[in-house]
């Protein structure tokens, strides 16, 4: 049988996955947990030095290879090029971009070095499966040291429409580079539409149905795979989580106060700031609310070393400071706004006992913690999800959420109060809706939906031998 080899920058190493760990790190580590194989990325340390070789931990059937990243790598290919260049334009924010070419051949040199280190790992064989921004010109390395392994590649943040991506400095050789992938996936099809086009104007021939381009005499096939949750097992983590002592203390701080949920990391993409707009709107407009609600609002920092997000640290907590400057009495605070991490049980006992979570991001490519906050509701008297139109994940839950523009206040601060005021019918019903694509799409479905895709033969073969 072949092995899967998963690539990505950061690897949740055995050690650190009982704290809170991002969309990708729960994705891989629910998605290798029962097919087992390696995952090689970074380790997460900076080094005076670069690894000589991957240091290699074995748990639960999964192998783990990471190396270091030294001080100028950390700096030109994480900070610089991947945070300061990619992920700006690709959430749209190409105004945000921050382009130097010593960042440029940093991201470059990174990518040639994890080629060097999976050479040596890789047998003819081995599924390849790469994931996220960093990574995209490395399958084009790894060819060209000579491997023809399948590979595919998973993109879990948006692709913006052409002329867009085409504000990347040198795209051709970091975005355009996702042509020596054999199949790559995306989150939506208005991504997968997008990437599509964009190798279109690069010279690719794309197939009628929009799945398939022929570009320099490759066959590269597109696909969507939204990203999923292991919805069974959250929802149970729920449910236990519900009952600690921990969380009934956190429910009880609240008074009887209706509770609304923001979870996200502090980042620009969010849209945090217009969230708070919308909450000082909301509460300046409809003031019997006044002492009946709290909103918590869960941001660890995330990139502190990026001045971009520097700033937004600033704007955010001042925002914060005016609301509950304006609005608290001694005994409310309207807003709590928390940088800390939680741990996923934690969490999960925090969506519970909410009754409306603000999922408003002004761009993302899917967003877990709407699928988790459903999952972990209560059937029989379940919160309600208001989520941005920008999210990945309105186009599977969009007939459940209260989906808003985050771009417009006065209309988030409506659903906002239509959310802690919708009666009890809607709510199960609503909840019902989104429940169904939950389950019916979980993380175990993404994977395999992705590596059939991807090796199509591999998958049925497997398949048989587990019957
Ligand atoms: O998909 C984007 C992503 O990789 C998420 O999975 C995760 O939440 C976030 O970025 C982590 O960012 P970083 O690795 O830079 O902390």
Redesign the pocket.
């Known amino acids: 049988m072949s092995r899967i080899v998963v690539v ?3 690897v949740a190493l055995p050690q650190k996955s009982g704290g809170s ?7 891989v580590n629910a998605a290798l947990k029962d097919k087992g194989g390696i995952w090689f990325g970074w380790s997460g340390r900076v080094a005076p030095e670069p690894s000589d070789a991957p240091e290699v931990t074995h748990r639960a059937g999964i192998t783990y290879a990471v190396i270091d990243l030294t001080g100028e790598d950390y700096q030109e290919y ?1 900070n610089g090029f ?2 300061r260049v990619l ?1 700006p334009v690709l959430h749209y924010r190409a105004d945000l971009a921050e382009f130097s070419r010593a960042d440029l051949s940093g991201y470059m040199r990174v990518n040639r070095m994890f080629a060097d280190h999976l050479a040596r790992i890789l047998k003819p064989d081995d599924i390849v499966w790469i ?4 990574m995209m010109p490395l399958a084009r390395h790894l060819r060209e040291r000579g491997h023809m392994n399948r590979m595919g590649f998973f993109l ?2 948006p692709m913006p429409p052409a002329d867009i991506i085409q504000a990347v400095p040198q795209h051709a050789q970091t975005v355009g580079a996702l042509a020596h992938y054999d199949l790559v996936g995306f989150q939506t099809d208005g991504d997968r539409d997008n990437f599509a086009r964009y190798l279109e104007f690069s010279g690719g021939r794309i197939t009628p149905d929009g799945t398939g381009c022929d570009i320099g005499g490759r066959q590269v096939t597109l696909g969507t795979f939204p990203v999923a949750i292991e919805t069974a097992a959250f929802a149970r983590r729920a449910r236990h989580a519900h009952r600690t002592r921990y969380v009934k203390a956190f429910r009880e701080s609240l008074s009887d106060r209706k509770l609304i949920i923001g979870v996200d ?1 502090l ?1 620009y993409s969010k849209g945090i700031p217009n969230r708070f707009d919308a909450y000082e709107h909301f509460l300046r407009t409809v003031p019997e609310w006044h002492d009946r609600v709290s909103y918590v609002q869960i941001t660890p920092k ?2 502190t070393d990026v001045p971009e997000y520097q700033e937004m640290d600033r704007d955010v907590s001042h925002k914060a400071g005016q609301i509950n400057g304006a609005y608290s009495d001694v005994t409310w605070t309207p807003l709590r706004y928390v940088n800390r991490t939680y741990s996923r049980s934690a969490l999960a006992g925090f969506y519970r006992v909410a009754d409306a979570a603000m999922v408003t991001p002004l761009r993302d ?2 967003n ?1 913690v709407a699928k988790e906050f459903v999952a972990a509701q209560d059937p029989c008297d379940p919160g309600v999800l208001v989520l941005s139109q920008f999210a990945g994940a309105a186009a599977e839950l969009g007939a459940g959420a209260l989906l808003v523009n985050p771009h417009d206040t006065e209309s988030m601060a409506a659903a906002l109060k239509r959310a802690l005021e919708m009666p009890l019918a809607e709510r199960r019903e609503r909840h019902s809706r989104m429940m169904r694509v939950l389950e019916a799409r979980d993380i175990d479905h993404w994977a395999e939906a992705f590596l059939e895709a991807l090796v199509p033969e591999e998958t049925s073969a497997r398949r048989a031998i587990a019957l």
């Open positions: 990505s920058n950061r760990a991002g969309g990708l790190a729960v994705a994480y991947a945070n992920w994931h996220d921004y960093h879990h943040i990391r980042d995330s990139r490519g899917m877990l």
